[in-house]
């Protein structure tokens, strides 16, 4: 499809990702593998997840840490891996599979809306968060891990493959400017992801301009800049003024895939209540009923 660094593609290689993966199905396939850059390949992910509703076969993503010409590259191995999950696992749902550990005895999958790039470098670099890994492929066998999962049936694929640009990702941090919010309202965005501390707050000084994005029919969400765990903005007093200006908090979700899937629902809907109720449900697994920690590495 594309020969682009990961750090170039967008939503518009989402879509057209999508619409191939849509097209080889409808000849037969029995398992995708897309070859994707590691460093977006969780945003990918997470945008697949939304766009293929009702997936009768695994879609796998995945890439490599080392590069082919080093001796310790991962790359053979986990397209081996990647290619016998898409021929022979049960699941039916966008994955993405690389090693699990330092040596080269499992491929882990991940669902797409639950995985996060957490090293720069190692082979084991992503990692399930809040949220255990789907599979595991080990001496050739794949061993479920997930006791729920969308099993392989026969059924009619629904592709929604369109995504708003016009969305952001707002990293807080002290001495914030919330004219950075401003802009985006003025500029026009329709949505805005909070990434906030600890249970999903921000400083005071940035209600006036959140009021007034909200006010302006913009969608604003919070989540945590904390891997692991969930925002809970009943706790403190910072959290329920939000709440009452309209700010919504989204769980246990990533805030890259929080971004993601509120592009793809801005581009299934231009009402704010919609936008709202979208949001508020789990579409591709993308909430977690309990947050678990597994941040430990094997």
Partial sequence: LYSVFSENIDSDHWSGMARKAAEKIGGGADGLVITHGTDTMGYSAAALSFALRNLPVPIILVGSQRSSDRPSSDAASNLVGAITAAAHAPFAEVVLGMHETTSDTSIIFHRGTKVRKCHTSARYAFRSVNSEPLARLADGKIEMLAKEYQARAEGKLEIRDKFERKASLVKFHPCFDPRIIDWLVDDGYRGIVL??????????????????AVKDGVYVGMTSQCIWGRTDMDVYTTGRELQRMGVEPLGDMLPEIALVKLMWVLGQSDEIEKVSELMRLNIAGEYSDRTLYKGGVG
Wanted: no cysteine; net charge negative; proline share 0%.
């Fill in 195 to 212: 990434e906030g501390t600890g249970l999903g707050h921000v400083s005071t000084g940035l209600y006036g301009s959140i009021e007034r």
